[in-house]
């Protein structure tokens, strides 16, 4: 083996280490690193039947499908605690019956998410309903009642002191459609308000302090004020 060879190999040796070291805390000198996909995580959401979700006062994802077919959304997320989540749900319902199907039917809903760091909705969460209808259930004259939506119902720093806890729902009281039960939903549970059939428009709020995986993890919170250490670089030939 010609010493040429031998330099080279060591050099990838050398870069394969250093990329190891790299990715696994802050670099030289307590810098912080630049992310990598593997410091993300995936998050699984489905609704019945639409939602946005908001983490730290960023739209993360918005549901692409109003109404049907039920589906799945799936995004990668990179997490950064406390992680104040937020969530605006909705069961698909005409406005002003809060019927659906040409208001021939009362709808229900359900709402599921949960993440790769083991966060999953449960009745830890807050729920807070902002349309329900029709009112008593009244089909042959349908109503609806409806409250003002906060403009910062996102934002990390609401105040949802006075909003109720989530309640959960079975899936056979959900019913969820196929695309559920092809992804990772183990150990979350489905929740809404008290009234899974007449409230329409529902937000959620949950704040997770810590990764419930207890896996640490880099703050990457203030990412956009610093310059972070790229990864180490491909030695010259």
Same mark, same amino acid.
């Given at each position: 083996?010609?010493?040429?060879?031998?330099? &080279? !190999?060591? @050099? $990838?040796? %050398?870069?394969?280490?250093?990329?190891?070291?790299? /990715?696994?805390?802050? *670099?030289?000198?307590?810098?912080?690193?630049?992310?990598?996909?593997?410091?993300?995580?995936?998050?699984?959401?489905?609704?019945?039947?639409?939602?946005?979700?908001?983490?730290?006062?960023?739209?993360?994802?918005?549901?692409?499908?109003?109404?049907?077919?039920?589906?799945?959304?799936?995004?990668?997320?990179?997490?950064?605690?406390? &992680? !104040?989540? @937020? $969530?605006? %749900?909705?069961?698909?319902?005409?406005?002003?019956? /809060?019927?659906?199907? *040409?208001?021939?039917?009362?709808?229900?809903?359900?709402?599921?998410?949960?993440?790769?760091?083991?966060?999953?909705?449960?009745?830890?969460?807050?729920?807070?309903?902002?349309?329900?209808?029709?009112?008593?259930?009244?089909?042959?004259?349908?109503?609806?009642?409806?409250?003002?939506?906060?403009?910062?119902?996102?934002?990390?720093?609401?105040?949802?002191?006075?909003?109720?806890?989530?309640?959960?729902?079975?899936?056979?009281?959900?019913?969820?459609?196929?695309?559920?039960?092809?992804?990772?939903?183990?150990?979350?549970?489905?929740?809404?308000?008290?009234?899974?059939?007449?409230?329409?428009?529902?937000?959620?709020?949950?704040?997770?302090?810590?990764?419930?995986?207890?896996?640490?993890?880099?703050?990457?919170?203030?990412?956009?004020?610093?310059?972070?250490?790229?990864?180490?670089?491909?030695?010259?030939?």
């Amino acid at each position: 083996m010609s010493t040429r060879v031998t330099t &080279m !190999t060591a @050099a $990838v040796v %050398a870069l394969a280490l250093s990329w190891f070291a790299w /990715g696994q805390g802050p *670099a030289s000198g307590g810098k912080l690193r630049k992310p990598q996909m593997a410091d993300t995580i995936q998050a699984n959401v489905y609704a019945d039947n639409w939602f946005m979700l908001y983490i730290n006062g960023e739209l993360v994802a918005v549901d692409s499908i109003k109404f049907i077919p039920h589906n799945v959304v799936s995004v990668d997320i990179l997490p950064t605690y406390p &992680m !104040t989540i @937020a $969530v605006m %749900a909705k069961d698909n319902a005409d406005p002003q019956t /809060g019927m659906e199907y *040409a208001n021939t039917n009362i709808g229900d809903a359900g709402f599921i998410l949960k993440f790769g760091d083991g966060t999953v909705t449960n009745a830890n969460w807050k729920a807070q309903k902002f349309s329900s209808g029709p009112i008593d259930r009244d089909i042959k004259n349908p109503r609806v009642e409806n409250q003002p939506i906060p403009e910062n119902w996102y934002a990390v720093d609401f105040d949802d002191s006075q909003w109720k806890p989530a309640r959960e729902y079975t899936e056979q009281e959900v019913d969820p459609k196929q695309p559920y039960f092809e992804n990772d939903f183990q150990g979350a549970k489905f929740i809404w308000t008290d009234d899974i059939a007449l409230d329409n428009t529902v937000i959620f709020r949950h704040v997770v302090q810590s990764p419930p995986d207890g896996k640490p993890r880099l703050d990457y919170s203030n990412l956009n004020n610093v310059v972070p250490e790229g990864p180490p670089k491909r030695p010259r030939r």
